[in-house]
């Protein structure tokens, strides 16, 4: 049954953060696609999901990647989409005085001539806390934790925004505001 809700799980992320169009899927501006076309073009893509699988995808995510409208009826990915479909109009918030960017010992070279850019997606991620920027890290190689001057862009005008699942949602972060890896 894990692997199943792996699969499932991955399979939500692609089509519901990056190509919906794979399967035929509509996403509306705000991410949400509806549950039971979603069910029907996966079926016709070769997929097994049943609402069932659905429900415990999204309640066993441990980083909370997926989120049910109210009424049980659409589902949509928190944050990282790459689609130009959705546009979320996510909260704008005060960010703590810092906050956490995980990523790869490979992408500092490039990150130290240009500062943190979204590349496909729409925002850069950044955390609250150094471990769930270790565990983003790890998914790409030898982790680095870079720590963000949040509080400092925030009073210079850069607007941060919160997805529903913590993680912090900004433009870019320009090397300025970096103050480089933490004490791992």
């Known amino acids: 049954m894990e692997k199943r809700i792996t ?27 509806d549950i039971n076309e979603l069910i029907v073009r996966a079926t016709s893509d070769g997929k097994v999901l049943t609402r069932e699988l659905i429900t415990t995808v999204v309640e066993t995510s441990d980083k909370k990647r997926f989120t049910l409208s109210e009424d049980g009826e659409r589902i949509r990915a928190a944050q990282g989409h790459s689609t130009p479909q959705v546009a979320i109009n996510y909260p704008e918030k005060r960010p ?12 500092l070279e490039a990150i130290n001539a240009q500062g943190l850019r979204p ?19 790890l998914r790409h190689g030898k ?10 862009m925030y009073q210079r005008g850069v607007k941060f925004y919160l997805a529903e699942n913590g993680v912090w949602l900004v433009a870019e972060v ?8 933490t004490d791992q």
């Open 143 to 152: 982790p680095v934790i870079l720590k963000v001057k949040a509080g400092e």
């Open 174 to 181: 320009g090397r300025a505001f970096l103050l480089g890896e």
């Open 7 to 33: 699969e499932a799980s991955k399979f939500l992320s692609f089509v519901l953060r990056h190509q919906p169009e794979a399967i035929g899927l509509r996403l509306d501006a705000e991410g949400w696609a």
């Open 119 to 137: 590349g496909s997606r729409h925002y850069v991620h950044l955390s609250a806390d150094e471990e769930t920027a270790r565990s983003v890290g």
């Open 96 to 107: 703590p005085e810092f906050l956490y960017h995980g990523t790869a010992s490979r992408f």
